[in-house]
């Protein structure tokens, strides 16, 4: 009886468990009860999908990010404040210690409202620029959506983005258009590898004022400088998003018919799917990666699981030391969360993944292919030839791209010389002859010439006359 109703009890929590591969704990920050209700759609999707949901207002007292020294959320989303900033709790800095701890940022902008000046410092720290005018907003004469705002086109309608970048996963994929109203446009660092761009404007829009009156020769941005959904994967794999449209997770926008100016009919919005993909890579549901087994060892020519083999013929798995000109095989084996599950994980069309053999710089950089694919991971492996280079090396996995968490695996093991018995012996090597002869010679004549000697005799009449 307790075993079945442990049973019954595992099978409710794996139930209720979040899709998330970091946890179900999320925390919605927003200032007005009031506001809850136009994202109801929203956060019925997060609920749904297994996540804790807790409400708290930015002047809440009881307000914390850390219990304990640890995470007391996993997942934060922060709606657009009606007030200077986020509050004493939420302040750049402790986002930050936030974000450097693991956690996972969902920030939404607003163009309806002036941007407080902690928000821009904040995103500054990711290398996230703003436009000085904390009221700006992008809007295009060609591409808005002629029902809601057939004056001010400041409602952009923009595809959703098919392929980000050659060699790129897509975790956006989504059919249909993107409504973006009232959305704050960003420029992004062209220093850090660590941004990436999901939605960029039209080439045509660029980002206005409507409080000022501007020439559109001193706009802030334009085109595809724009950015109007951003994205931040720090070098932990914590992951901090940028919305720049709050407007798009609200209901009134889910699945709402729109219509370009050159359209004769009206379609519904693919807003829905959008942000629900957009959590789901925020909140680690997505492009997430696991390194398994780690395996090194000496190229024999041998199958290392062949039962014909005894076990002192298999090669030493991981083993501290090699020689030099030793061949070598090295094999990774990495998975990929897929929302629920761990699937084999494939590079994208035209990306692949590398293996360096280093000590101050690589000496090897050899691709790894994927060669056996397992029930949830794949196996990827390549073979090569120690450099003739004694010294510490190491095997180094350091697979870094957009929309991927990172990977960066090290073994460092020590590469030494010949021993003293290992080298060839000279009569196998054709080009010592001449020297084996000449040492053959040598020996032979010193021989001939230590037996001359002592087996000579003096001659004695010539002895007897000289006495």
């Known amino acids: 009886m307790n075993s079945f109703l442990s049973f019954l009890l595992l099978g409710l929590v794996s139930l209720v468990q979040a899709l998330s591969s970091t946890g179900n704990r999320l925390l919605v920050v927003l200032e007005e009860a009031s506001d809850k209700s136009k994202y109801s759609s929203f956060f019925g999707d997060l609920e749904s999908r297994g996540y804790t949901v807790t409400y708290e207002s930015p002047k809440s007292k009881s307000l914390s990010l850390f219990k304990h020294g640890n995470l007391a959320y996993d997942h934060l989303v922060l709606l657009p404040p009606k007030s200077k900033g986020f509050g004493p709790q939420l302040t750049p800095n402790a986002l930050v210690d936030y974000v ?80 973006v109203p009232r959305a704050v446009g960003q420029l992004l660092g062209n220093a850090s590898p660590l941004l990436s761009p999901v939605l960029r404007a039209p080439e045509t829009a660029y980002s206005y004022n409507p409080k000022e009156e501007e020439s559109l020769e001193d706009v802030f941005a334009s085109g595809s400088q724009l950015s109007l959904v951003s994205t931040f994967q720090a070098r932990n794999s914590a992951r901090f998003t940028v919305l720049g449209s709050a407007e798009m997770l609200q209901d009134a926008w889910f699945n709402a018919q729109v219509k370009a100016p050159r359209d004769s009919e009206a379609t519904a919005t693919a807003n829905k799917a959008f942000a629900e993909r957009l959590s789901a890579w925020t909140f680690q549901e997505i492009g997430v990666l696991k390194v398994g087994k780690v395996q090194h060892y000496l190229n024999e020519g041998k199958v290392k699981e062949s039962t014909n083999l005894s076990v002192s013929e298999f090669p030493e798995i991981n083993p501290i030391m090699y020689r030099i000109k030793n061949d070598v095989h090295f094999s990774i084996e990495l998975s990929e969360y897929n929302g629920d599950r761990w699937i084999p994980f494939l590079p994208a069309s035209g990306d692949s993944l590398q293996l360096e053999f280093s000590m101050l710089s690589p000496f090897h950089r050899v691709t790894l292919d994927p060669v056996k694919p397992t029930t949830n991971s794949t196996i990827f492996e390549a073979s090569f030839t120690v450099p003739d280079q004694h010294g510490i090396f190491n095997f180094i996995v350091n697979y870094k791209r957009p929309f991927l968490s990172n990977i960066y695996e090290k073994r460092t093991v020590t590469v030494r010389h010949f021993a003293h018995d290992e080298w060839p012996r000279s009569f196998v090597i054709s080009g010592a002859y001449p020297w084996i002869a000449g040492i053959g010679v040598t020996a032979t004549g010193w021989l001939i010439f230590v037996a001359v000697w002592l087996y000579s005799k003096p001659d004695e009449s010539k002895a007897k006359k000289t006495q």
Do not use: C, M, W
């Open 100 to 179: 450097n701890n693991n956690g996972n940022v969902l920030l939404a902008l607003t163009a309806d409202q002036p941007i407080p000046a902690a928000v821009a410092s904040l995103l500054l720290e990711f290398d996230v620029t703003l436009p000085p005018e904390r009221s700006a907003l992008v809007v295009d004469h060609i591409n808005y959506d002629s029902n809601s705002a057939a004056d001010k086109h400041d409602v952009l309608l923009i595809p959703a983005p098919k392929t980000l970048k050659t060699g790129v996963k897509n975790y956006f994929d989504v059919d249909g258009t993107l409504a």
